[in-house]
Structure formats: C-alpha cells, structure tokens
C-alpha cells in the first residue's frame, strides 16, 4: 500500500504522513451525538466530513474499522459536571421515558445521515451500554493514584496528573490561563481542585438514569465513555480519533487524561477535528439557537432561507469546503453550491452517452488523475479535487458537443476516475435524475414530441420543449437522436 497520504494531527500541530499501526487495517473512533434533541446542520457537517475521510481511507485500499458512538447517559448541561441532565430535562418536556427521547433522536440522526449518503459506522457502541466498562475503567484510574472518591462521586485528579504528564497537550494551552479562565472553587464543592472533573457521579433523588457501582448509585461522567469504548473495540492505543474542534479543550483533553492514567499510553495517534459550521460568523449550535435542523433546509421551511435545498447539494456545499476551513451558511452560498452540484451531475449522466473518436486535443486523464489524487493525499482537500472534477465535467462537455474527441482507452480511464471519485469517495448520488425510471420517462417523453413532430403538430412539440427547458433540461436534436442534458 502506497502512504502518501498526509493528514493534519492536532496532536503534533502539523501534517504527518499516515501510518497505520496495523496496516492496511485502521481503527477510527468518532465522537458520536448527544441524542437529546435533533441534529442541527452543524452536526452533519461534521459527520458528512468523517464520512469523507473514511470513503477515502476505504477507497486507498485500508480496512477500517470505525467506531463513532451514541451518547445516550451522562451529559449534563454545563460542560463542567454542573447543571440538569440532558435526557431527564428533555423527557420532562416532552412527557416520555428518557430512553424514550434516546430512541427517538437516534432514530432521527440515523435518517439525516442516510439522506446525506454516509455509510454507517461498523460499530455504534452507547454509552447506557457500557455502564461496567467505564466502572472498570474509573475503578483503574482510581488504583493507579489518578482519582479520587467525595460522597459517592469520583473525581479525576488533574492536579496529580500534571505532575507527571502534559494535561494541555491536544490544545497546546497554557496550564495557568486555563486555571485563571475556571472557577474557583468554593466551599461547597467536593473536587479538591479546579480543573479535576467527574467520572463517576452520584445520583440525586430525582435523577432517572442511575446504575450501582462500587462507591454510589449514579452515573458516568461525560468523558469516560469515549475512553472505555474506543479502548474496548479498538485498543488501548489506535490510529484516528475524531470529532468536532469545540470538543479538544475539554472533551478530547480528558478522555487523554483517562486513558494515559489508566493505560499509560495515548489512545490516539492521530487526533482529527473539524471546523465548525457558521451562521453570519457565529457557530451553529442548539444553544445559539441558530441551528438549522436538516429537513427544515430541504423543504426551505425556515425564515433565514430562500427556498429549499436536496441533501446532496447540501453535502456538496459542504465538501466544497475543506473540513478544517470554517463554513458559512448563506442563501447565496447554497444557491452557488447547487448549481456546481448540478453541473457536475449533468456530466455524469453524459458520461455513459459518451463515444470514443480519434483522438483531438489534448487530454491527459493520468495526470488529471495525479493531480486528483494529490489533492486528497494532502489531507483530504476535497474542495481542490472538485475543482479538478470540474476540469473533467469541461471535457465531458467538449466531447459530448463535439469539440473534443478522446480514444478508447482514456474514455474508459476517464469514466472510471469520475465515477470512482463523485460516487465512491465524495459520496454523492445524483438525486435529480439518479433513478433508471427518470431516463425512462425522458424516453417517453422525447418519443411523443418525435411523433406530434412527425405529424407537423409543433405546437405540442414546442410546449415539450419549452416545457422541459423552464424545469433546466435542454433538448438537443442530432444524428443519434435526440438528446437531453441539464443545463
Ligand atoms: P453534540 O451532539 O453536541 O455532542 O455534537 C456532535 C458533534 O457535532 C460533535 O463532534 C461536535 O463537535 C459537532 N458540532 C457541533 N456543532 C457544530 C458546528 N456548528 N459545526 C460543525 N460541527 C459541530
Ligand atoms: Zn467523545
């Protein structure tokens, strides 16, 4: 397997060459939803991009096994183990179990991403599902010095384990502004110091998620479960970890923590975070309440929105970015993005349609193909290998007009690498046109206007066409027949 593949890690704060530590297979673990509500846009960027990555990966040949879990317990409102349970809050208002709220908003992340085509992790592990791992786990830290227990409730002590390790290694902060920038601590707080934070805790009356374990009955901690669950499917040491960039300060920061406390080594090799989706600058977010939520882009039922958008052309507009450049949402951004999305599906349906000529013009498809290939080498650059794509949907064009001819050889080179490339690695499906039943019914409808033609009735004929053009499909009358194309 060739390595050219050069990735960002956060870890390192550089592009490192990728080396599997087990080639050609990978262990790659996601951070997953937090299934208490829907998932915004913002969300499914970050997935649609992992979604990427790992078509990739899997197109290079490599064997991944991709975890991305379901964070279903453990997740209190405040990052800092303060404030009400998520689910508890949310089954309160919506009058259901909290494992029903669980249910539902899994149910609901599964369908968004099927729409945006990306292919399903190979395990989905939950967090209410490895209660006795993360005890196990907490249960470690705790032997090897690194926590300590208050009433029922576990703290990991970060003041201990910077003693003997970099706390602030993913994000390269400095140890002081961090203290100056938590609160201080006072009386009532059980933690002894600022920074530590929970892993086990106890549950009050009135909390509905509870499990036994050996110092209350309670809960995990939001941070254990990346840690037990990607140690227990993937090792204790694996290539990529990933997720969202507002997750590395505290999230990621303390799932490495856990796992060197408790396994002395660190979990990931190669730590991976995407930018955020953005609304006028500010991130999306539930909170922000600036979230779009997918179905409300696709029907265009939401005030900030002209009109409504398909999946795909929402998954281009995100590819168009590349995932660690921040993306901003605006009308006119989505309207530039659905017409390039149209454009390039325009020539794959060509594609097929296309006849091999003696060669004219120059058309180099092995280095169309380098340039393709070194653009998702280079850390998955998939707005530079759309441009390139585009160089392809210029030469589809010329050909199928006439103004270029291609030989046997590079027309099925050509077609192999678009196809590879727009289906298999961007992930996306034509979903104008995608279906068989579409091209039939262009048949039929192409073969009545032949005939109210051939019966001089070209007031029909016309209407046809003019018909199809006001909906963006151009009829084309040649030897062959006629044609049609999206324009
Ligand atoms: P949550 O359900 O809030 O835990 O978030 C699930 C994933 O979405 C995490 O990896 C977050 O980092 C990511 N995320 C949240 N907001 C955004 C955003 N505006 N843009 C991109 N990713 C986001
Ligand atoms: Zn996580």
């Known amino acids: 397997m060739d390595n050219r593949l050069v990735l960002y890690n956060t870890l390192t704060r550089k592009k ?27 969300n499914c960027r970050t997935f649609v991009s992992f979604d990427l990555i ?36 949310k089954a309160k208002l919506e009058q259901l179990e909290p494992m029903e709220i669980v249910q539902k908003y ?39 010095g690194f926590a300590y227990e208050v009433n029922g409730t576990v703290y990991f002590d970060v003041e201990k384990y910077v003693k003997e390790y970099d706390y602030t290694i993913l994000t390269n902060r400095r140890l002081d502004d961090l203290l100056n920038n938590t609160r201080e601590l006072n009386g009532q707080d059980e933690k002894r110091g600022r920074l530590d934070f929970a892993l086990w805790i106890k549950a009050k009356p009135e909390h509905i998620m509870r499990w036994p374990s050996p110092w209350s009955v309670g809960f995990p901690g939001w941070h254990i479960e990346c840690s037990a669950m ?18 590395a300060a505290t999230h990621h920061t303390n799932e490495i923590a856990q796992s060197q406390a408790c396994n002395h080594t660190q979990p990931a090799r190669y730590w991976m975070h995407t930018n955020m989706l953005t609304v006028n600058g500010t991130r999306m977010s539930k909170s922000a309440g600036n979230g779009f939520l997918p179905h409300e882009l696709f029907s265009g039922n939401h005030p900030l929105l002209n009109r409504g958008y398909s999946p795909m052309a929402v998954r281009f507009f995100m590819l168009q970015a590349h995932y660690r450049s921040t993306l901003d949402f605006s009308n006119e951004a989505l309207e530039a993005a659905d017409r390039g999305y149209k454009r390039l599906m325009n020539a794959m349906a060509l594609l097929p349609k296309l006849k091999p000529g003696p060669k004219k013009g120059a058309l180099n498809i092995d280095e169309l193909r380098q340039r393709c290939y070194a653009a998702m080498d280079d850390d998955f650059n998939s707005p530079v290998l759309i441009a390139e794509l585009f160089e392809a949907v210029r030469m589809i064009n010329s050909i199928y007009d006439g103004k270029l001819s291609i030989d046997v050889s590079s027309l099925s080179a050509l077609k192999t690498l678009v196809q590879d490339l727009v289906y298999d690695v961007l992930g996306l499906v034509d979903d104008n046109t995608g279906s068989d039943d579409f091209e039939k019914l262009m048949d039929v409808i192409i073969s009545l206007r032949n005939d109210a033609k051939q019966n001089k009735d070209y007031t029909t004929s016309d209407r046809i066409r003019e018909g199809l053009s006001s909906i963006g499909i151009q009829l084309k009358d040649s030897k062959e027949g006629t044609l049609w194309s999206r324009v």
């Open 16 to 42: 490192e060459r990728f080396e599997p530590l087990n080639s050609p297979f990978v262990g790659m673990y996601v951070c997953g939803p937090t299934v208490y509500s829907d998932v915004h846009l913002g």
């Open 106 to 144: 899994t149910l609901g992340f599964h369908e968004v991403l099927r729409l945006f085509n990306t292919l399903p992790p190979s395990i989905e592990p939950t967090a209410t599902g490895h209660i006795s791992e993360q005890i196990e786990m907490v249960r470690k830290i705790i032997d090897q």
């Open 230 to 247: 990607s140690s227990k499917y993937l090792g204790e040491q694996f290539d990529i970890h990933g997720g969202g960039m507002d997750l």
């Open 54 to 89: 790992l078509r990739y990966l899997t197109h290079r040949g490599y064997k991944v096994r991709y975890v991305r879990n379901i964070t279903d317990a453990g997740h209190l409102e405040g990052d800092n183990d303060e404030g009400e349970d998520k689910f508890a809050k």
